[in-house]
Structure formats: structure tokens, C-alpha cells
């Protein structure tokens, strides 16, 4: 069964740094190596929005909110893809996506909850 399972989420406190982490299992490692990877989230009352997404070749894209504060990175090897969350706001607290954006998998999203 093909699952993208994110972990690495909790509550913090702004200022803070966090990691999140990606895992698709069930998912082929040549599959995983030439999807694009996405990170999404979703805050209560909004829509999802994009936040980062990292190529095959590992060409970055961030959200202007994400930009100079968050890191996208992968480990095709481990079939992880990472986010490096710093300086944490209040207004990034959100349930956390993975994307496989070939197929439009997801996972099932991990809460961050930052506190002023």
C-alpha cells in the first residue's frame, strides 16, 4: 500500500526551529526519484496552500511566507523529503501536507502549533 507519511510535528513557540519529515513507503524508489515533492499546509478556515516543492533535480520553490525561513531538502535514497522550519510564527501554524506530485498523493498531515 502506498502511503506518504508525515511526522515531526508539535507545538512551539515562536522563534523556534522544527523539522518535518516525509516518508513514502509502498512507493518505488525510481517513482519517488523523479516526482516533484511538495510540502502544503492548511490553517482552521483556510485553504491549503503550497509552502515548498523540490524537483527530481532538486530545484527549489517557496511560498513568499516560507522564503528565507523554511528549507526543502530530500533523501532519494530514503525516500524522505524534509522541511526545516526556523524562526516559526504564530501565522505557521497549520496541519502540514506531503505531496507526491505525480500521482497527487498525500498524506495524512502533521499539526504544527506555534504560540506567540
Known amino acids: 500500500q502506498v502511503r506518504l507519511v508525515e511526522s515531526g510535528g508539535g507545538l512551539m513557540q515562536a522563534g523556534e526551529s522544527l523539522g518535518l519529515f516525509c516518508v513514502g513507503t509502498?512507493?518505488?524508489?525510481?517513482?519517488?526519484?523523479?516526482?516533484?515533492m511538495g510540502w502544503y499546509r492548511q490553517a482552521p478556515g483556510k485553504q491549503r496552500e503550497l509552502v515548498a516543492t523540490i524537483t527530481s533535480g532538486g530545484a527549489t520553490n517557496y511560498a513568499d511566507s516560507a522564503k528565507g525561513r523554511f528549507t526543502i531538502s530530500r533523501d532519494n535514497a530514503k525516500n524522505t523529503v524534509y522541511l526545516q522550519m526556523n524562526n516559526l510564527k504564530p501565522e505557521d501554524t497549520a496541519v502540514y501536507y506531503c505531496?507526491?506530485?505525480?500521482?497527487?498523493?498525500w498524506g495524512q498531515g502533521t499539526q504544527v502549533t506555534v504560540s506567540s
Open positions: 509502498g512507493v518505488s524508489a525510481p517513482l519517488f526519484r523523479i516526482s516533484t
Open positions: 505531496n507526491l506530485e505525480t500521482f497527487d498523493w
